[in-house]
């Protein structure tokens, strides 16, 4: 998948870093070190040398009870400093709640618009649509000036994701492509510290929508709150383990204040893997107690031996288990007389190489009673390497990705339901074969 702002475009299944650059008297977090234009673009360049793919200029504050200032006011302490980068060829970002600043700062050249309010005023909203930029959908409920007064959910994860994903089809249904979007919980913003940390230790539900996701993590009160950091100046260190762990759940882009200790952190981000699990045939009964199974006896059984598959992956060293796809029924394929399968996928961070990994996931399949009699044919479990990050690789036991993902309903669906939009190491779209096409049709449990 990827995220396009103008000329620039982020392929979302490598992170990259989004440098802050508060161009403000007042900020929360850095007291208007880069107030004026010559330290501003100082800073700009400092980050980019550490590894910054964007610069996010910001000329309001939106600190908890911030006070609104003018536009003219906020145009008059960005636009230079975006003139300036964009000059320079940088990708500007323009942190602005204004549809004012925001045309501005399109028309000078700046490729994405940040906007704190979700693109909820139709100003905002006719900016989208008259400048081809980039386009960050943040939730705040309430206003910079009121949000941390008294922040109310009943399911902070749902109610955010819901909200962002009605706001990002708005703007598709205005004419927005869908590849410009990117999606930001935003934690902090209308939210306690405990509401926070629930929205990034679930940023793989937001990853399910199918847009780019932006983590903010950086020197957030919530961070100070989970790290015990009082001073937000201090918190670059823990911000960037926060960073960390984002992108291990699938966020894209990473906004932050330190791009040198966030690239650092970086460097321990596991690959992703996506796993294919299949089971039909249920281990330890012979074929006429199997056949005396109700369709529900032999579904739940099926089931049962796909969760104790996870389960097993959940010991495995060095790995996580990021998301799992609900379970879905389907036809068999390639070989026809056996009986329905129950498949699902799992996507995992894990530092076990692929070869390494395949040896694993046979000792798994073995303990629960995989016999390979017939090739394609009935089994226990079934566990396949389906996509390893950006690698493509072939041998006579191993090959990546996996050659037959987007000819099998089987596997699309489920991989779907986690990564919509997602594009295999070797660049093909997984849903690039017509449902109508595919082989072992599927239907979710």
Known sequence: MEWRCRKFSFDSRMPIVMGILNVTPDSFSDAGQNWFFE??????????????SIIDVGGESTRPGAEEISDEEELQRVLPVVVQLVGEGVCVSVDTRHALVARACAEAGASIINDVTGFRHPDMQKVALDYDVGLVVMHMQGTPATMQHNPTYTDVVSEVKD??????????????????????????????????????????EFVRLGYPVMAAPSRKSYVGYA??????????????????????????????????????ALKDLRPYVLLGLGCNKVAGLDAAAAAALSPEQARAAKISLLNQAVGQLVLLPDTEVIDIAGFYES????????????????????????KELLEYLHAIENALGRVRE??????????????????????????????????????VKPLAELLPGHVLANGIPVESVPEVERVGRAHRL
């Open 39 to 52: 330290d501003a673009v100082a800073h700009a360049h400092v980050m980019l040398e550490e590894g910054a």
């Open 163 to 204: 909200f962002l994903r009605q706001q990002a089809l708005m703007l598709e249904g205005l004419g927005v492509v869908r590849d410009r979007i990117c999606v930001d919980p935003g934690p902090g913003f209308g939210k306690t510290p405990q509401q926070s940390l629930e929205l990034m230790r679930n940023l793989h």
């Open 227 to 264: 790290y015990h950091v009082d001073e937000p100046a201090q918190r670059d260190t823990a911000s960037a383990a926060e960073a960390l762990l984002a992108a291990e759940q699938g966020a894209s882009v990473l906004r932050m204040h330190s791009v040198a200790r966030t690239m650092a």
């Open 331 to 354: 036809q068999p394929a390639y070989y026809l007389d056996q009986d329905v399968f129950v498949n699902t996928v799992v996507l995992l961070r894990s530092g076990i190489s692929p």
């Open 374 to 411: 017939v090739e394609n044919g009935p089994r226990t479990c079934d566990l396949d390497i389906l996509d390893y990050q950006l690698y493509v690789y072939q041998s006579d036991v191993l090959t990546l990705p996996h050659p037959r993902i987007c000819e099998r309903d089987f596997v």
